[in-house]
């Protein structure tokens, strides 16, 4: 991922009040784990798998914190009984997930085209595809807002110009 | 072999509602629940997510203390949480593990055991615990040994993990949902009792007022 686009999800992150992260690596947000991870404005906890992930994230804020889980469109997959049980309890969190396997991704990743976003409307968790780098910012601080306001999880996808 | 509910009501006596208690699914939420400790801490955490739960609240609140309630085949669905833990080593987090060596929620009743979990058979989670970097890691055979090292982890740094071997069975059986005298709370009621409770505890809030369209 190129510095520039990186840096406007991490300054996103930022601009929305994020200051607790959680991640498992995806090899598409290298640069962003490796922002996130020197900036003393976040707390962040690599975890060992996405649902794992999610828990950690739901304890932060109930500790106060402003969260975000930033996963693999994979891991967004391995993530979903934990995010059902967050939405069962009704727990904000910003999800930000580099979307493989959209058009335009050069390798094979139909799968997640398959999966991604038809998994996300049945758990009825609100998400919004980031084809711009300049939307990056606005997408993520929406996200945020509406994840405190309706107390549910809510995705940023990013893809196209955003992400490759 | 000592019960699982001695325990429980053993700890209930050394925490008060300073201490934020995190716990899973099952027995342990509806013992807990039963001595009046629901409201106050975070229950029915399913499915491998109560030490990661408590992993949480104990990074946001480090001046706090955390313990997880967690229970063997609910920790070991996601075994890589103690791994998380040992890397962050959140000084206020303690890990109680009730240990009864079966899926007893899956059990057939009638004072049978479930079938067995890892540690039913060769697993050792005081090894796995310090094998993942818990280095106050311990197994635990009695009520006594169990106040004496719970008194001990709550008073000093952590993380720490105990691994409370119980008995195969419960002293009773409960019944899934709920009913006439059930102490429960709904997950959504008890989401908002326990985060009002940390924003009582910390004086800040957390859940946003007003906004309702």
Same mark, same amino acid.
């Given at each position: 991922?190129?510095?520039?686009?990186?840096?406007?999800?991490?300054? &996103?992150? *930022?601009? =929305?009040? !994020?200051?607790?992260?959680? +991640? /498992?690596?995806?090899?598409? #947000?290298?640069?962003?784990?490796?922002?996130?991870?020197?900036?003393?404005?976040?707390?962040?906890?690599?975890?060992?798998?996405?649902?794992?992930?999610?828990?950690?994230?739901?304890?932060?804020?109930?500790? &106060?914190? *402003?969260? =975000?889980? !930033?996963?693999?469109?994979? +891991? /967004?997959?391995?993530?979903? #009984?934990?995010?059902?049980?967050?939405?069962?309890?009704?727990?904000?969190?910003?999800?930000?997930?580099?979307?493989?396997?959209?058009?335009?991704?050069?390798?094979?990743?139909?799968?997640?085209?398959?999966?991604?976003?038809?998994?996300?409307?049945?758990?009825?968790?609100?998400?919004?595809?980031?084809?711009?780098?300049?939307?990056?910012?606005?997408?993520?601080?929406?996200?945020?807002?509406?994840?405190?306001?309706?107390?549910?999880?809510?995705?940023?996808?990013?893809?196209?110009?955003?992400?490759? | 072999?000592?019960?699982?509910?001695?325990?429980?009501?053993?700890?209930?006596?050394?925490?008060?509602?300073?201490?934020?208690?995190?716990?899973?699914?099952?027995?342990?939420?509806?013992?807990?629940?039963?001595?009046?400790?629901?409201?106050?801490?975070?229950?029915?955490?399913?499915?491998?997510?109560?030490?990661?739960?408590?992993?949480?609240?104990?990074?946001?609140?480090?001046?706090?203390?955390?313990?997880?309630?967690?229970?063997?085949?609910?920790?070991?669905?996601?075994?890589?949480?103690?791994?998380?833990?040992?890397?962050?080593?959140?000084?206020?987090?303690?890990?109680?593990?009730?240990?009864?060596?079966?899926?007893?929620?899956?059990?057939?009743?009638?004072?049978?055991?479930?079938?067995?979990?890892?540690?039913?058979?060769?697993?050792?989670?005081?090894?796995?615990?310090?094998?993942?970097?818990?280095?106050?890691?311990?197994?635990?055979?009695?009520?006594?040994?169990?106040?004496?090292?719970?008194?001990?982890?709550?008073?000093?740094?952590?993380?720490?993990?105990?691994?409370?071997?119980?008995?195969?069975?419960?002293?009773?059986?409960?019944?899934?949902?709920?009913?006439?005298?059930?102490?429960?709370?709904?997950?959504?009621?008890?989401?908002?009792?326990?985060?009002?409770?940390?924003?009582?505890?910390?004086?800040?809030?957390?859940?946003?007022?007003?906004?309702?369209?």
């Amino acid at each position: 991922m190129e510095i520039g686009k990186a840096q406007q999800v991490v300054q &996103g992150m *930022k601009e =929305a009040g !994020i200051n607790f992260a959680v +991640g /498992l690596p995806d090899s598409q #947000f290298h640069e962003v784990y490796e922002m996130i991870t020197q900036d003393p404005g976040f707390q962040y906890v690599g975890v060992g798998n996405e649902g794992e992930g999610a828990a950690v994230a739901m304890g932060a804020w109930c500790g &106060g914190k *402003k969260t =975000a889980l !930033i996963i693999a469109t994979s +891991g /967004l997959l391995v993530a979903t #009984f934990s995010l059902a049980r967050l939405h069962l309890k009704e727990i904000p969190l910003v999800l930000i997930v580099p979307y493989r396997g959209d058009l335009g991704d050069p390798r094979w990743m139909g799968i997640y085209k398959k999966y991604t976003e038809p998994m996300l409307s049945v758990m009825d968790i609100p998400y919004r595809v980031v084809n711009r780098s300049s939307e990056t910012k606005s997408a993520i601080k929406d996200c945020q807002m509406c994840t405190e306001a309706w107390l549910k999880p809510a995705a940023v996808l990013l893809t196209g110009e955003a992400l490759w | 072999m000592v019960k699982r509910i001695d325990l429980i009501k053993a700890f209930a006596s050394m925490v008060g509602e300073e201490t934020l208690v995190i716990t899973p699914i099952g027995s342990t939420t509806a013992y807990w629940e039963e001595l009046g400790k629901g409201p106050t801490s975070l229950t029915s955490v399913s499915l491998g997510m109560c030490t990661a739960t408590a992993l949480g609240v104990a990074l946001a609140l480090p001046h706090r203390k955390v313990v997880a309630l967690d229970s063997d085949g609910n920790l070991i669905l996601n075994l890589c949480s103690l791994g998380t833990v040992a890397n962050q080593k959140p000084r206020n987090l303690l890990i109680v593990v009730f240990d009864n060596g079966n899926y007893l929620s899956g059990g057939p009743g009638g004072g049978q055991p479930g079938m067995p979990t890892a540690t039913g058979g060769a697993m050792n989670l005081e090894a796995v615990a310090r094998g993942c970097g818990i280095e106050k890691s311990c197994t635990i055979r009695g009520e006594e040994e169990f106040r004496t090292t719970v008194q001990k982890y709550l008073t000093e740094d952590g993380p720490a993990f105990v691994a409370a071997k119980i008995e195969p069975v419960e002293t009773r059986e409960r019944k899934g949902g709920r009913g006439p005298g059930d102490s429960g709370q709904d997950t959504r009621e008890n989401k908002y009792s326990f985060v009002h409770h940390v924003e009582r505890l910390e004086n800040i809030t957390i859940l946003k007022k007003g906004g309702g369209g």
